[in-house]
């Protein structure tokens, strides 16, 4: 999956006097796309991630850690339709004009079907943390050895720019969760929109290390066993007008979406410190 970790709702179609069939089809097409490149099984395997991430949050933060309500709240945040309909509206819009005619072609025939189905697998094999540890080491040494198959996967990283834009994603979904403390009231009062901009920057060479270590772990898990040949197909698709669109449209909209989870978090992990301090 060309977006791996991190994300607008405003979906415009200029029809312009087009009959009927000629309206509808843009978003048949978008909505085949969406369906072959697992994006609904991508968005559930988030909110699975999401429901973990929430745990962990309640404990580092929250007083008495991870309650009921809590675990509720969360679940309302991380809500499948609202989380499908967001990434669904932005993906439509960042689509518009770009040739999703060549993006089906690959996706919805051989290799781009079985690509698709093992990243998802691998997706949701991550969830397991003995498997999501194995597969950072896996791909540490397989890094340190500079292995011909490592050698493709940083090609396909790069052609797709994985680790910059998962960092972009991860700091604006950072900067989002800081907003969201501070509207709720639970920052100091030395804490602003500047001094939150500051720290989440000091957190960018954490980030990237962190990024770097999981989409390597992510793609070695994903594609291998691809053969070269489909490694390299995959890579020559991403590499287009086309694959470059794709990519930019499923960054756009998952941190979109990723920016409105995290400020909601924010929001309410304000609202249970602030509960709890009065």
């Not at 993006?103 to 990243?119: D, Q």
């Not at 991550?126 to 890094?143: G, H, T």
């Not at 501070?182 to 500047?194: H, I, S, V, W």
């Not at 720290?199 to 962190?210: G, K, L, P, Y």
Request: net charge negative; charged share 20%.
């Amino acid at each position: 999956m060309h977006h791996l970790i991190a994300p607008i709702i405003a979906l415009i179609f200029a029809f312009a006097g087009q009959p009927f069939l000629a309206q509808a089809a843009p978003s048949d097409k978008t909505d085949a796309l969406f369906a072959a490149l697992g994006l609904p099984q991508v968005l559930d395997i988030m909110r699975t991630e999401g429901m973990a991430y929430g745990d962990s949050l309640a404990d580092e933060m929250i007083p008495g850690g991870a309650t009921p309500r809590w675990a509720a709240a969360v679940s309302e945040i991380y809500d499948m339709e609202m989380m499908t309909q967001e990434v669904r509206a932005a993906f439509d819009e960042e689509l518009q004009g770009d040739d999703i005619d060549a993006m089906l072609a690959f996706f919805a025939s051989e290799p781009g079907r079985t690509i698709v189905t093992l990243e998802v697998s691998a997706r949701r094999a991550l969830l397991d943390d003995a498997v999501d540890q194995a597969s950072k080491e896996n791909a540490a040494i397989a890094m340190h050895d500079v292995t011909p198959r490592y050698l493709l996967i940083a090609r396909f990283v790069d052609v797709n720019d994985l680790v910059e834009t998962n960092v972009v994603g991860a700091l604006n979904a950072n900067y989002a969760f800081y907003m969201g403390m501070l509207d709720g009231g639970a920052m100091p009062d030395t804490m602003t929109a500047d001094t939150a901009l500051m720290d989440v920057w000091a957190q960018e060479a954490e980030i990237r290390s962190s990024t770097t270590a999981w989409v390597f772990a992510f793609c070695l898990l994903a594609y291998q066993p691809l053969s070269d040949a489909d490694l390299q197909a995959y890579i020559a698709f991403s590499e287009t007008e086309a694959g470059q669109d794709l990519n930019n449209a499923l960054f756009v909209a998952f941190d979109g979406m990723f920016n409105d989870v995290s400020r909601a978090l924010g929001l309410a992990s304000a609202r249970f410190i602030v509960s709890q301090e009065l």
